[in-house]
């Protein structure tokens, strides 16, 4: 009895984790005023309208036909809407806002999906089904927690869309203060030889997505690290000493693309002619120097070798971030929660901009690394490809397997719109190198 009120509860948990996660998303689509839904504000995406019917046809495509009762209704809205797109350097999309249905058919659309989800997901047949331990085969434990981390991983890439969208296109939403100023200079750390628990345990209760598996330990050789994110202000620095127009700082691939899209600063940056201003959420400011600096792979790669440094390592991040002078971990997933010995910092929708890289002193590793989780995912080097043993997910196979192609890298810890349950130390984030949007912060590492 005790294990099936468990399991019960369990799953009134998940459900109501959804019920959040859809907060969350129904209230950004809110923020952008109805006549600009067709707009397109990163060139390589979809627009706008796309996303208000693919969280939805996501979950429905997903669950359908592994809920009793469910037949679909609108194939056609089922296909449009399944599909995002990964940027890719060979073209971008051209069409129209006349290829797309209208608002009024989408939230019909959209309305119908959840009415029926939620009558299958909430029926006493499947209740009866999880309380009595006969879920298993179907896993709808597994699939309620892909619906919900997939829309909270939108909730996080549509704020990079809204980004760009132009201040009258959008509704201004309040944020909290960023608290800290520059703080005291902080020098490198070095980080003694050590292992590092990468990946997660298929013996855990825990969700993980499959590029998470399997967990393993690696031994990291002994490297110093930057004790904080790279600044704007010394991203400055790096632009004032001619880092834009010096090959010798970028790959090959990077200055080919630099050159070809004529990039000589972050996107996040404008130049108001006679000083630099940052393009935040809502208002444009003057450029914190104190916040970390996002810019693509590419961008970061070539700060680094400007500054005689590299990008760390996938297992150097975990090192640094997680790892103790003894063989113990600082991180721990429990729950699909971060415990920290002291957790706090800009993450799970504190804040729509990032704030300065001191304002969490608390928010360090056991060796004084400040500011990893939260404030701006971090790039690594380490290319995005399956840990020994990977197996894709029955149910999505090309999650993660369609970008094991070289072109897309590794980043860790989260930003201020990343999620709680994606802090978890396994999570891995991915992108491709000249991708300016993402919430992506770096620090550097010597050896």
């Not at 999880?130 to 997939?150: F, K, M, P």
């Not at 693509?296 to 760390?312: F, H, I, T, V």
Request: hydrophobic letters at 35%; glycine letters at 8%.
């Amino acid at each position: 009895m005790a294990s099936a009120q468990r399991r019960t509860e369990a799953y009134h948990s998940l459900l109501s984790r959804l019920a959040d996660a859809r907060t969350q998303t129904d209230q950004l689509f809110a923020f952008v005023k109805p006549g600009c839904l067709y707009e397109r504000p990163i060139p390589e995406r979809h627009r706008i309208v796309f996303y208000l019917g693919h969280l939805e046809a996501f979950d429905w495509n997903l669950l359908r036909d592994r809920l009793p009762g469910l037949a679909p209704f609108n194939k056609h809205f089922d296909n449009l809407f399944a599909f995002g797109i990964d940027p890719v350097d060979d073209g971008l999309p051209a069409d129209q806002p006349e290829d797309w249905p209208s608002i009024a058919e989408v939230a019909r659309y959209n309305h119908r999906l959840r009415e029926a989800l939620d009558g299958a997901l909430r029926s006493d047949g499947l209740f009866k089904s999880v309380a009595n331990g006969h879920n298993r085969d179907t896993s709808i434990d597994v699939l309620l927690n892909v619906t919900i981390e997939h829309r909270l991983m939108h909730a996080e890439t549509l704020a990079y869309m809204w980004h760009q969208l132009p201040y009258e296109q959008k509704i201004a939403q309040s944020q909290l203060q960023a608290s800290g100023g520059i703080g005291e200079t902080r020098s490198a750390i070095e980080i003694p030889a050590g292992a590092a628990t990468l990946g997660a345990s298929h013996s855990g209760s825990a969700f993980g997505w499959d590029n998470e598996y399997n967990q393993h330990v690696v031994e990291v050789p002994s490297f110093e690290i930057d004790a904080d994110k790279v600044t704007n202000g010394e991203f400055l620095q790096f632009m004032a000493e001619g880092g834009y127009e010096n090959p010798a700082f970028w790959s090959n691939d990077g200055w080919k693309w630099k050159t070809e899209s004529n990039i000589f600063h972050p996107v996040f940056w404008r130049w108001a002619g006679d000083a630099w201003r940052y393009r935040g959420m809502f208002e444009e400011l003057p450029l914190p120097l104190d916040w970390p600096v996002y810019g693509s792979y590419a961008e970061a790669g070539a700060y680094a070798r400007w500054a005689g440094k590299k990008l760390p390592t996938e297992e150097q991040w975990h090192r640094a971030a997680l790892g103790t002078p003894n063989p113990s971990e600082q991180f721990h997933s429990s729950e699909n929660q971060i415990s920290a010995p002291n957790p706090d910092g800009n993450f799970d929708f504190l804040r729509w901009d990032p704030a300065p890289v001191s304002a969490y002193p608390r928010n360090q590793s056991s060796f004084g690394v400040r500011g990893c989780i939260g404030n701006g995912w971090e790039w690594t080097s380490s290319v995005f490809k399956p840990f020994s043993g990977f197996q894709p997910f029955p149910f999505y196979p090309g999650y993660s397997a369609n970008f094991f192609d070289g072109r897309h890298y590794v980043l860790k810890g989260g930003s201020a719109r990343t999620a709680r349950c994606m802090l978890r130390p396994s999570f891995r984030n991915w992108f491709q190198p000249h991708y300016q949007y993402v919430y992506a912060a770096f620090r550097c590492v010597s050896d």
